[in-house]
Every structure is written in C-alpha cells, then in structure tokens.
C-alpha cells in the first residue's frame, strides 16, 4: 500500500512520462516535416529527430523499469525482462547522451565567439564533429554491449535472478559494474557539460562586451545570446538532476526497501527527458511558433465545442 506522499510522486512522474512524450512527440513532427518542405536534411534536424526519439524510449523505459522494481519485483527479476531493460538502457541512454552531446557541441560551435586557432579549426569542421561523435557513440555502445551481457549472464541460475543475489552483491562490485557500464556516457556527459559551460562564458562575454559599446538596449545578437545563455543553465541544472536522480535509483538497489526515496529518485529522473525538450521549444523559433499555431488551434477548437454545448 503507497503512502499519500509516494501517491503523489508516482502521479508526477505518469504526469511527466505523458507531457514528455507529447512534447517529443511534437519536436520529431515539426522537424520531419521541414525536412519534407525542404526536400532536405538539416545537422540540427537530424540530432533534435535522433534526440527527441531516444527520449521518448528513455522516458517509458524509465516508467516501466521503476514501476516493475516498485510493484512486481518478482516479475522484473524473472525470466528475460531484467536483460531486455538493462539491454534496452544501455542502447536508449546512451544515444540520449550522444544526441544531446552532439547537439550541445552544435550550438557551442555556432554560437560561441571565441579567438583561438583551435576553436575556429573546430567550426570549419563542425559536421566532421557530429559525425565523430556518432561514431564514438556507436563504439562505446560496442564496447558496453559484452560487459553488460556478462554481467546479467554471471547472475543468472536457471534464467531466474532473485532480489537475493542483487542484495548480495558487495556495493564496492556493484558500484564498480555501474561505473564500467557508463564509462561512455560518463565521458560523453562530460563533455556536454563542458561545451555548455563554455557556451555560457562565450555568451556572458559578449554580453559584457556589447553592454560596454551599446547604451540603453541591446541588438539582437545579444537578446538571441542572453536567451540561449538561460536556455544553457536550464539544461546543465537538469543534467546534473538527472544523475541524482539516477544515483539515487542505484543506491536504493543496496539499501533496505525504501518505495518513497526510489518514486522520488524517478521524479527527477523522469523530469530530464521531458523538461529539456520543452525548453527546447521555447529556445527554438521555428518550434516556438508551431508550438504557438498548435495551442491556438487547440483553444479555437475548445471555444468553438464550449459555444455548441447547451
């Protein structure tokens, strides 16, 4: 039986699952459709599709892991399910990360100003770039896939793993598979925060520097600058909840039962995927106006059916 407050957090995350998944939903339409309009393929199109999808995936794979671990443990660590989720999260979460990566990457190249030789070497090849992250995705998930495989394999008896074995894990083995696992995402987090961090020094610099040269208002350059700095924050606070989050699901696996830390460790989780796409839309004017055009479609047809009721 759920506490009141453990009813709340799971009401928040099925709230968050559904918006996330509709505001993804929304990102992939919108960019599939320009692409058909244009009869080609944009960089930043192709990572917001490839992004918008893992997160979709990320979100239910989040939802359906944590709610089997709260509600039928037996089931999840049963038969072949406990491998198509670890399998399934080592693909979903990583192409996450790499998207996300190679999109951080995409505005610190376009946007950042920076007077180094490196960081002009860097923007001239700035789709050599994405694809070397691709495939750099593409090698940590070939390098994850066999440690995962052997991990599942080594606590397997008779294709049945019990809470049991899990809990009789030392956290030192446990903790130390975790870290395997993700080195590539690890790695490529890292580097997302790192091209952030230095998108946000870019951008808080020349907004120094055209306070300085301009009295009274700001050109445009600085409102697209300032607006793309806050959009940065955003998505570096949410980042690092997402860890926590994640960490605080892995810990539950080594403590006592705990049903209220685990829905709250999932809340934040879950919040990540489905909050970081909505600003998406706000910091982008192309989704900003088919998002703008959807919600005054969707008013008109609510006024037009409150008119008709009697």
Known sequence: MLSKVEGLFIFIVITESILGTLVNGFIILVNCIDCVKNKKFSVIGLILIGLATSRIFLIWLIFADGFL????????????????????????????????????????????????????????????????????LLISLLLTFPQIVKIVNKHKIDRNITWTLIMGMSKSEFFSNQILLNLGVIFLFTLTL????????SLWRHNRQMQLNVTGFRDPSTEAHVKAMKILISFVILSILYCIGIAIEISCV????????????????????????????????KLTQAFSKVAQHLECCVREKLLRTP
């Open 194 to 201: 790192v091209t952030c961090f230095l998108l946000i020094i």
């Open 254 to 285: 080594t403590l006592p039962e705990n049903k209220l830390l685990f829905s709250f460790g999932m809340t934040i989780t879950v919040l990540y995927p489905s909050g970081h796409s909505f600003i998406l839309i706000l910091g982008n004017s």
């Open 69 to 136: 671990k709260m509600f039928s443990l037996g089931v999840y660590f049963s038969g072949n399910v406990i491998e198509c989720i670890s399998y399934s999260w080592v693909i979903i979460n990583q192409s996450s990360i790499g998207f996300a990566t190679s999109l951080s990457t995409f505005y610190f190249l376009k946007i950042a100003n920076f007077s180094h030789h490196i960081f002009f070497w860097l923007k001239a090849r700035i789709n050599r770039i994405i694809l070397l992250l691709m495939g750099f």
